[in-house]
């Protein structure tokens, strides 16, 4: 770990960086398009101590799932730290804002823009609210990202990158 943050495993073929050794879901789900998988991701290593959850193994699949378009999945990823580490404290805002992310990435996916744009608001803000918490990214640039490729002005969703600069 360079600064106390987990060092990318390996960047498959397309230079996107994984962090996590969790294998990828064979199918990402779209509420409406697809079944409902069965099981969630379960806990793959949530920290007890909330100022340690950023390098969790549970964090760092979250990022995984981002960076593979599996938004559904990071939802529920970082769901689970953000009831683990109390809905209500900085870090639990921080990861609202996120998973409120991935939601408006879910919805955009399913061709709903007008949801999209008010959960990537909402999340947008939340990421604001609760500053910076020890995150090892860019957290307010992500957030306009992402709400850029909501609103059609940006390509393709923006990845989220663990390394420090």
């Not at 949530?46 to 990022?63: K, L, M, N, V």
């Amino acid at each position: 770990m360079a600064g106390g943050y987990p060092e990318p495993v390996a960047s498959p073929p397309g230079g996107i960086p994984r962090y996590s050794r969790q294998p990828l879901p064979a199918q990402r789900h779209l509420p409406g398009c697809t079944p409902r998988p069965r099981e969630a991701a379960g806990s793959v290593g949530i920290q007890s101590d909330p100022e340690e959850w950023e390098t969790s193994e549970a964090f760092r699949r979250g990022a995984d799932l981002w960076n593979h378009a599996f938004f559904w999945e990071a939802h529920e990823a970082w769901e689970e730290i953000w009831r683990a580490v109390g809905r209500r404290s900085r870090a639990g805002r921080f990861l609202q804002g996120l998973i409120l992310l991935a939601a408006a990435a879910v919805k955009r996916e399913i061709g709903a823009p007008g949801p999209a744009s008010r959960l990537a608001a909402r999340g947008a803000r939340r990421l604001r609210e609760a500053g910076v918490v020890r995150a090892p990214f860019d957290a307010p640039g992500f957030a306009e990202a992402v709400e850029a490729w909501v609103r059609g002005t940006r390509a393709g969703p923006p990845p989220l990158r663990l390394e420090r600069s």
